[in-house]
């Protein structure tokens, strides 16, 4: 710490309506070493032109979850400052995997620590106060200011109890990330919200619609209900094993219906149907006033270190087929730049297998796997043993995500022998990766806890689990290297939209898409270098230009069938409109307000 001269501990108190940028109301700071305060109200932040405290390199700022921070720097038009600490996110690196009763945020790492906290009804209330907006009292000011002052006196209470615990490079590291994360949740993604408003406006209506549409394939609905019943009778009937619960019923977690249908494509409609009707909430889904949807990041809340947002409020975390809302606006393209097999990329550079290495550089791993295995002729290729193919691609990922033979089986719909043979032919492959995979776990269960290349870690706990802390080196490396990469995108000037995984997704204008594209593919492979100790992974684009909208292959079928309802239900709807007005029972069709309407204007 001693390397910068100055230490501002800072805090906004904010309200965030859905979908849009932040709406600061105000702003304390504390610079750390000599105690100085500022203490300002928005009409006194509007005029400046950047912060009221040093954000060059001699300076750090400290704020507990960071991106909030500096969303409201973004929202001011202020540049974010060069240094950022995070106490949330270090925190959570100190805490992940334990059981924290009071949770992780501000108040939950107080009382981790023993440190007096605000009483959480009064956070609360100025909370509340924040949010509701409108004209303030002097009171309701001054209290606003006195609340956000309360939270920078906790961290500066905070900082001297974690300072012991951090490792400073890597923590600015992940402050870094959380101005990336700033970034990307003022950007948004482009929503088509003519289409949105038909959805929401028709929703109730083609729900109906829609069970109709998909069940005839499957015969499983009763009125909006599943029937297991009906469901087994189905699976019967198409030879296809089902995992069964403990208890000996089919297991029907969306997890289970999403790896059944990578083996069985024919059941995809059944399970977008499924989560479009148990989970979506299309006036959850965060859509700003300016078409674009926004909404927390939620950086660093998986025990992976991975980003959680919202399922209900990002547009990714829905069902598949509403990812067809995605679309660019006039002039623009959006791409959508993922990492090519990155988990097995990753565990061939960190294992130091050089099949493994040899495999994933030949640019189709699982292929090169079975050749490897001698399992197919070394010319063999997709097209000539496209079946052995797809086994050896479901046993790479049944490793990757700690599957045992039994569930191997079922995803590849052979016996469990089969699988077995599978399993131990990868074993007998990769020998050097499966010897460091079971150091990994030894060392985890005797040290409780592994860690990332930067230092992210994760507890063991009381109850480890084998297949999390084998699988948690891919994953969490791979969340490494997407923050990476996000944050060297960010700080080239990209219009980075979102993060997905192991994917970015980017907008520019038409002219500068493709320069942009190569550009953000070299930063990625940049990243994955850093990360890999040199070794670089490939990665692939989707590219979409305005007019089109973005299409996931899983979700097109859904999609097609919804909005052909959809045009069928306007249709009938423009139809009777006409007829009311020609006997002139309603109004003009201008002055309406409902979505039908609206649409009948539009394409007339």
């Known amino acids: 710490m001693e390397q910068f001269k100055e230490i501002w501990l800072v805090d906004f108190e904010f309200s965030a309506p859905s979908g849009a940028v932040p709406e600061v109301r105000c702003l304390v700071a504390k610079e750390y070493l000599s105690n100085k305060c500022i203490r300002l109200w928005v009409d006194e932040l509007g005029g400046l032109s950047a912060p009221p405290y040093a954000i060059d390199e001699q300076s750090l700022l400290v704020a507990y979850y960071a991106s909030a921070e500096m969303g409201c720097h973004l929202a001011l038009g202020w540049p974010c400052p060069v240094h950022v600490l995070d106490l949330f996110c270090e925190f959570r690196t100190m805490t992940n995997g334990l059981t924290l009763p009071c949770g992780a945020g501000l108040l939950?790492?107080?009382?981790?620590?023993?440190?007096?906290?605000?009483?959480?009804?009064?956070?609360?209330?100025?909370?509340?106060?924040?949010?509701?907006?409108?004209?303030?009292?002097?009171?309701?000011?001054?209290?606003?200011?006195?609340?956000?002052?309360?939270?920078?006196?906790?961290?500066?209470?905070?900082?001297?109890?974690?300072?012991?615990?951090?490792?400073?490079?890597?923590?600015?590291?992940?402050?870094?990330?959380?101005?990336?994360?700033?970034?990307?949740?003022?950007?948004?993604?482009?929503?088509?919200?003519?289409m949105l408003e038909r959805l929401r406006a028709s929703w109730s209506a083609l729900q109906d619609t829609l069970i109709g549409k998909i069940d005839q394939d499957y015969g499983v609905y009763e009125g909006h209900s599943f029937k297991t019943a009906r469901f087994t009778e189905w699976l019967v009937s198409h030879a296809i094993a089902w995992p069964l619960l403990a208890s000996g019923r089919l297991d029907l977690k969306d997890d289970t219906f999403k790896a059944m249908a990578q083996s069985y494509p024919s059941l995809g409609p059944l399970r977008e149907l499924r989560v479009t009707l148990s989970q979506m909430r299309l006036a959850e889904l965060a859509v700003g006033a300016d078409g674009r949807n926004r909404t927390l990041l939620s950086a660093f809340r998986a025990r992976t270190g991975r980003n959680q947002p919202s399922n209900a409020r990002f547009v990714f975390g829905t069902a598949v087929w509403l990812r067809g809302l995605i679309k660019p606006r006039d002039g623009y393209g959006i791409?959508?730049?993922?990492?090519?097999?990155?988990?097995?990329?990753?565990?061939?550079?960190?294992?130091?297998?050089?099949?493994?290495?040899?495999?994933?550089?030949?640019?189709?791993?699982?292929?090169?796997?079975?050749?490897?295995?001698?399992?197919?002729?070394?010319?063999?290729?997709?097209?000539?043993?496209?079946?052995?193919?797809?086994q050896f691609k479901a046993c790479v990922l049944a490793v990757q995500y700690g599957m045992g033979a039994e569930s191997l089986a079922l995803r590849i719909g052979q016996p469990v022998i089969q699988a077995n043979v599978l399993l131990r032919l990868h074993q007998d492959t990769y020998q050097v990766f499966w010897r460091w995979s079971d150091a990994a776990v030894d060392y985890a269960m005797l040290h409780n806890k592994l860690w990332t290349v930067f230092g992210w870690t994760v507890q063991a706990g009381r109850d480890p689990n084998p297949r999390f802390l084998r699988n948690f080196l891919m994953q969490g490396n791979g969340a490494e290297m997407l923050r990476l990469a996000c944050c060297m995108a960010t700080e080239a000037g990209i219009t980075v939209c979102a993060p997905v995984h192991d994917a970015i997704l980017i907008e520019a204008p038409l002219e500068q898409l493709d320069q942009v594209i190569e550009q953000t593919k070299m930063i990625m492979a940049e990243a994955s270098a850093i990360v890999l100790d040199g070794f670089r992974l490939n990665s692939d684009a989707d590219v979409i230009c305005y007019p089109d909208r973005y299409s996931d292959e899983r979700g097109v079928k859904m999609w097609e069938t919804v909005t052909d309802i959809l045009h069928q239900f306007e249709q009938s709807t423009c139809a009777s409109v006409h007829t009311d007005l020609c006997v002139g029972a309603l109004k003009p069709v201008h002055q309406r307000t409902d979505v039908a309407s609206y649409y009948l204007i539009e394409n007339s």
């Open 108 to 194: 939950g790492a107080l009382t981790y620590f023993g440190l007096d906290a605000i009483d959480s009804a009064e956070k609360t209330t100025m909370r509340d106060l924040a949010i509701r907006g409108g004209d303030y009292s002097s009171e309701e000011k001054l209290a606003l200011l006195d609340y956000c002052e309360s939270d920078v006196t906790a961290l500066a209470q905070l900082l001297p109890v974690m300072l012991p615990h951090l490792d400073l490079p890597r923590s600015l590291l992940r402050g870094r990330y959380m101005k990336a994360a700033a970034h990307m949740e003022h950007a948004g993604i482009p929503i088509d919200v003519v």
């Open 335 to 390: 791409a959508y730049i993922d990492w090519s097999q990155q988990e097995f990329g990753i565990a061939a550079a960190l294992s130091g297998d050089p099949l493994m290495q040899e495999a994933y550089l030949s640019g189709d791993p699982y292929l090169a796997f079975a050749i490897q295995a001698g399992a197919v002729p070394a010319n063999a290729t997709k097209k000539s043993h496209k079946a052995e193919r797809e």
